[in-house]
């Protein structure tokens, strides 16, 4: 079982930045895809990023440019530093692991998710 924790929302200002962070029970990052999906109130679940078990990244249209998704195998860590944040970035930030073996299996875990507020 992998257990998931971000830590680093709050409020910021318009233009300002924030570093989410996601820590994971065990060495998980050189087998695990890491994606940071987020969700508003009233609206679906989005990716925002992900990065590889290679280190391979990509994200969202909307964060491009904006957001960075790195990791740190040896404190099984997966940061998400995001600058110039706007309004619309507010939501519910979420980290997930998951993995799929050769042999078809799932294995697919959650964090409980961290407050990002962008106002004024």
């Known amino acids: 079982q992998v257990q998931l924790v971000e830590s680093g929302g709050g409020l910021v200002q318009p233009g300002g930045p924030l570093r989410l962070s996601c820590a994971a029970s065990g060495s998980i990052l050189d087998i695990y895809t890491i994606y940071w999906y987020r969700q508003a109130p009233g609206k679906q679940r989005d990716l925002v990023a992900l990065?590889?078990?290679?280190?391979?990244?990509n994200y969202a249209d909307s964060v491009k440019g904006r957001f960075t998704i790195s990791r740190d195998n040896a404190e099984n860590t997966v940061s998400l530093q995001m600058n110039s944040l706007k309004p619309e970035d507010t939501a519910v930030y979420y980290c997930?692991?998951?993995?799929?073996?050769?042999?078809?299996?799932?294995?697919?875990?959650w964090g409980q998710g961290t407050q990002v507020t962008v106002s004024s």
């Open positions: 997930n692991a998951k993995r799929r073996t050769g042999g078809g299996a799932i294995y697919d875990y």
């Open positions: 990065i590889t078990s290679g280190g391979t990244t």
